[in-house]
């Protein structure tokens, strides 16, 4: 079964655990259920309480709490990406070396250096333009 099937389940048609066969209760994931149950703003206080304990959990009480909790109904569950990256990769491990702190905090300095800087640093760490531009990918 799916990650989908198992969200079908829980919020539609409520099969008890004991019908599904051990190679379907081996793909249930708690991790991945409660991450798309919290996408939904109708659940998301709900699964944020019981997260908290489904982690220690077995796989059928986590299915059960859920199954039971949930009133059956169609539901979409909008999955919301993370933001990609908005700097080169090399470009902050380099400066992080540089300014001697975290890719993190590198990340808000981005924020305010000007390409021209950048190029300055580049330049004092002996990088040709070919090298500059190739951290700048």
Excluded at 92 to 103: G, I, M, P, R, Y
Excluded at 116 to 128: L, S
Aim: charged content about 35%; some cysteine; glycine content about 2%.
């Amino acid at each position: 079964m799916t990650l989908f099937d198992w969200l079908n389940q829980i919020l539609l048609h409520k099969k008890d655990w004991k019908d599904f066969d051990e190679s379907e209760q081996k793909t249930f994931n708690t991790f991945m259920i409660n991450r798309f149950l919290s996408m939904s703003s109708d659940f998301v206080e709900a699964v944020n309480i019981c997260q908290e304990h489904t982690y220690q959990m077995k796989d059928k009480d986590v299915y059960n709490l859920y199954k039971n909790l949930f009133p059956k109904q169609k539901k979409f569950l909008r999955y919301i990406k993370g933001k990609k990256d908005k700097f080169p990769k090399k470009m902050v491990s380099f400066l992080s070396n540089h300014f001697e702190v975290s890719q993190r905090e590198i990340v808000d300095y981005l924020e305010i250096l000007n390409k021209e800087t950048i190029e300055e640093i580049c330049k004092h760490y002996g990088k040709n333009k070919k090298q500059i531009k190739e951290l700048m990918k």
